[in-house]
């Protein structure tokens, strides 16, 4: 409550003479905290509260900058105090992509999606933001071993297993960081896609942007864990993205084949990690909302591994996993 009433002081500095009513927009998964001001003219605004002892509002500004510059729609910073942790931001409104998209608009939501990155992706400049490089891909690859491997299923992995591991990890690793480099914004998926009326969609939680490969928010947006779409339309969706990719001169490969290839080796990392993170969230923190969107995650992951003779040895442990997870089930 106190830290509320300093939000409420904070808003009546900036607006002495105008009467606004506040209430919760929305959470985050860190400190982060949304409320919409809604104003006698029936105006709006967001107000981030980001206590400064736990958030730093500075990569948001940072990246938000980046990213309104190069023409996409994300929340326009109108005032800001960053010793309180106070931003007044516009409203980007309450509807996700996961929750407005359908067979009949998927087409035209993703193509809109897929401009506003072609967009951030041109506006790339190497030193703006942390680089993606091996020893970050090689944190989040070691989530899975340490949260789902072992914590979540229980399992400790022989010396032949994890020799495995780490070959098909090397492999994955080596195609990640031969992709060309652009701005990457890291959660590039239908829950942090807003559908707006004016440049849709709105852009939101970008502050942990990098500077990595160039097929990565494809694989956020594409290989949803939060949303699931046969293979047919988004290699549609895909095959189209790289048409417009290459129009608009941005490094993508020059053959589909490749390209498709980058993005899926570029899903698995993701895959890989968003199952660690998941079982993470579940067993640190307690959050156990994230445990229903594993399958999905996992089937992309099994689709990959049978495609490529490379992951054949991830391939090959996934099913000694599932064996042993099958024999808990049925002993427990």
Known sequence: MQRQKQLTDWLSSLFPNEKFTIEPASADASFRRYFRATFADGTTRVVMDAPPQHEDCKPFLHVGKLFEDAGTHVPHVYAQDLSQGFLLLSDLGNTTYLHALTKDNAKQLYGAATDALIRIQLASKEDELPPYDEALLRRELNLFPEWYIAKHLGVTLSDKQQAKLEEVFKRILTNNLAQ?????????????????????????????????????????????????????????????????????????????????????????????????????????????????????????????????????????????????????GATS
């Open 180 to 328: 060309p480099c652009v701005y990457v914004h890291r959660d590039y998926h239908s829950r942090n896609l807003m559908v707006t009326e004016e440049n849709n969609p709105g852009i939101i939680d970008f502050q942990d942007a990098v500077y990595g490969p160039i097929t990565y928010d494809l694989a956020s947006l594409f290989k949803d864990a939060y949303i699931r779409w046969e293979e047919e339309e988004i290699m549609d969706w895909l095959i189209r993205h790289w048409e417009k990719a290459r129009k608009a001169g941005l490094p993508v490969r020059a053959d589909f084949g490749e390209f498709y290839r980058d993005y899926e080796m570029m899903g698995v990392q993701r895959h890989i990690k968003v199952l660690g993170i998941f079982a993470r969230l579940y067993h640190r923190d307690g959050k156990d909302g994230y445990l229903k969107d594993m399958p999905l995650v996992m089937e992309y992951l099994v689709r990959a591994c049978e495609r490529y003779i490379d992951l054949k040895p991830l391939h090959n442990l996934l099913i000694e996993l599932d064996q042993h997870a099958a024999k808990a």
